[in-house]
T-cell receptor
Framework: DVKVTQSSRYLVKRTGEKVFLECVQDMDHENMFWYRQDPGLGLRLIYFSYDVKMKEKGDIPEGYSVSREKKERFSLILESASTNQTSMYLC???????????????FGPGTRLTVL | DQQVKQNSPSLSVQEGRISILNCDYTNSMFDYFLWYKKYPAEGPTFLISISSIKDKNEDGRFTVFLNKSAKHLSLHIVPSQPGDSAVYFCAASADNAGNMLTFGGGTRLMVKP
């Protein structure tokens, strides 16, 4: 079974703090993704990575950065947390290639971040 | 503009009856469609998928129908069970999008005992 783990289930931070969210997958997947989920807006892609040290902006990258130093680990960084970044953050991974088997993404349990 | 839309934010169904969740898309380049199920405080889990070359895919109580001409897909759950109560997300991908998924806004299904 694919396993994607996230470092924290719940996190409370103050405005202006630097926040690190860690994600680790154990299936040797090339692709990793960071989303945020907000009610009524579905899952919105923040950043993704196709390989180590590679990153691409998603739909809402502003205020975020990412790091992928090892294949299994993908970190999301909030440089200076703001209240509008209070959300559920979800990490996912998938294999590379074309077709439905590689388009299927596997998600971690999520981190509920509250910024006060 | 949202390329994948789930126009019903919520749906309530009696246990044992059919649940039908709908999803519309605008991008004709989408090749694959997936449904994910999400319980509170958990990540989404993959439920069922369909390729654009098919119009139906069935897996136990879950069936997904695809109408390419209408750019519409639906997920049928028969019979519905209380454990099916969750948020369901529709997602789509295109071969030229590099394994990226575009998600709809989700539909919260409540199955009443």
């Amino acid at each position: 079974d694919v396993k994607v783990t996230q470092s924290s289930r719940y996190l409370v931070k103050r405005t202006g703090e630097k926040v690190f969210l860690e994600c680790v997958q154990d299936m040797d997947h090339e692709n990793m993704f960071w989303y945020r989920q907000d009610p009524g807006l579905g899952l919105r892609l923040i950043y993704f990575s196709y390989d180590v040290k590679m990153k691409e902006k998603g739909d809402i990258p502003e205020g975020y950065s990412v790091s992928r130093e090892k294949k299994e680990r993908f970190s999301l960084i909030l440089e200076s947390a703001s209240t509008n970044q209070t959300s559920m953050y979800l990490c996912a991974s998938s294999a590379s290639g074309t077709g439905i088997s590689t388009d299927t993404q596997y998600f971690g349990p999520g981190t509920r971040l509250t910024v006060l | 503009d949202q390329q994948v839309k789930q126009n019903s934010p919520s749906l309530s169904v009696q246990e044992g009856r059919i649940s039908i969740l709908n999803c519309d898309y605008t991008n004709s380049m989408f090749d694959y469609f997936l449904w994910y199920k999400k319980y509170p405080a958990e990540g989404p889990t993959f439920l069922i998928s369909i390729s654009s070359i098919k119009d139906k895919n069935e897996d136990g109580r879950f069936t997904v129908f695809l109408n390419k001409s209408a750019k519409h897909l639906s997920l049928h759950i028969v019979p519905s069970q209380p454990g099916d109560s969750a948020v369901y997300f529709c997602a789509a991908s295109a071969d030229n999008a590099g394994n990226m998924l575009t998600f709809g806004g989700g539909t919260r299904l409540m199955v009443k005992p």
